[in-house]
Nanobody, 128 residues
Framework: VQLQASGGGSVQAGGSLRLSCDVSEGTLDSYTIGWFRQAPGKEREAVSCINPAADTKYYVDSVKGRFSLSEDGAKRTVYLQMNALKPEDTAVYYC??????????????????????WGRGTQVTVSS
């Protein structure tokens, strides 16, 4: 399987972007999809993850209420809608996949090593 993240760009604070993660094969129900980000000079951070089969979603506290996940099974695409963007959201965003993790929790979502396939990142820049 291959992943392709897209949709990044430059926006002003308060703006919105929608990132897409295209999955090359299979059905979304067979995967757990995670979104991570890495800002310059900082460690990679888990942002959110989803089990499409169970519609289970988790978010890091800093994005709750601003970011939301959705998915289109027919297109094999997971979306990360990002609203009310802040300068601190500036980072390269990556999507990653794992075979479906049945007992998914945020404690697992936030672990990068839980995901075995990674797409190329997409840059998100938020100016103040």
């Amino acid at each position: 399987v291959q992943l392709q993240a897209s949709g990044g760009g430059s926006v002003q604070a308060g703006g919105s972007l929608r990132l897409s993660c295209d999955v090359s094969e299979g059905t979304l129900d067979s995967y757990t999809i995670g979104w991570f980000r890495q800002a310059p000079g900082k460690e990679r951070e888990a942002v959110s993850c989803i089990n499409p089969a169970a519609d289970t979603k988790y978010y890091v506290d800093s994005v709750k209420g601003r970011f939301s996940l959705s998915e289109d099974g027919a297109k094999r695409t997971v979306y990360l809608q990002m609203n009310a963007l802040k300068p601190e959201d500036t980072a390269v965003y990556y999507c990653a996949s794992s075979p479906r993790i049945r007992s998914l929790s945020w404690a697992i979502c936030r672990l990068a090593f839980a995901f075995d396939v990674w797409g190329r990142g997409t840059q998100v820049t938020v100016s103040s």
